[in-house]
Structures are given as C-alpha cells and as structure tokens.
C-alpha cells in the first residue's frame, strides 16, 4: 500500500504565493506519474498538472505561467509553486502518484487527503 501526503495549503491574498509539497511512501513501490488535481466546491476535480518520472509536464491552460511542478524521485516528492494566485484557484488540492508495488507488481493509483487553498482579500 502507497501513502500520499500533501501539505503546505492555506490562505493568500490574490498575487501572493503558495508551495504544496506531496511525498508518497511504503514498501516495494516505484512511482511513475504524479500529479496536482483540485476540487472547488460545486465543481469537478481537474487537473492541475502532472509529472512523469522523466520529467515530461502537462499543465492545465488555466495554471500555464503561474505554477511550477518540481519533482525530488530521491524523495518521492513532488511540489508545486504556486504564483500570482488569483480567487478562482482556490480549491482543496490533490496529489495524485501513480506506479506499481509489489512482487509481482502490480499498479496503484493512489491519493492524498487534501490540502485547502483559499485566495481571498
């Protein structure tokens, strides 16, 4: 079983900055994508963007220029800087990793709990 765990949510006032980090744990595992997803209440969750264990990205149009995803594969972490943070970012941010675990592997899809972004005034 993989654990994900996210952190570094909170409350900015628009234009400010935000850095979420998301390490993913256990036993036997090797990780292939991960990912930041967010949930605004009423709305589906979207992605935000995702990394691939080489480094590839694919960022949501509404992110591009604003947030960078990094990723540590020493660490099994990955963040995200979030800049010039506009109200319409707010939402409870997920970290999503994908990959395999286990002998034989098998794949996982695992999430984190969550971790809430509020840009208010």
């Not at 980090?21 to 997803?37: K, L, P």
């Not at 286990?102 to 840009?119: A, D, I, K, M, R």
Request: proline share 5%; aromatic share 10%; with cysteine.
């Amino acid at each position: 079983q993989v654990q994900v765990v996210e952190s570094g949510g909170g409350l900015v006032q628009p234009g400010g900055s935000l850095r979420l980090s998301c390490t993913a744990s256990g036993r036997f595992f090797r990780i292939g994508a991960m990912g930041w997803y967010r949930q605004a209440p009423g709305k589906q969750r979207e992605l935000v963007v995702d990394i691939s264990s080489s480094g590839t990205t694919n960022y949501a149009d509404s992110v591009k220029g604003r947030f960078t995803i990094s990723r540590d594969n020493t660490k099994n972490t990955v963040y995200l800087q979030m800049n010039s943070l506009k109200p319409e970012d707010t939402a409870v941010y997920y970290c999503n990793a994908q990959g395999h675990t286990g002998l034989p592997p098998l794949p996982f899809n695992s999430w984190g709990q969550g971790t809430q972004v509020t840009v208010s005034s």
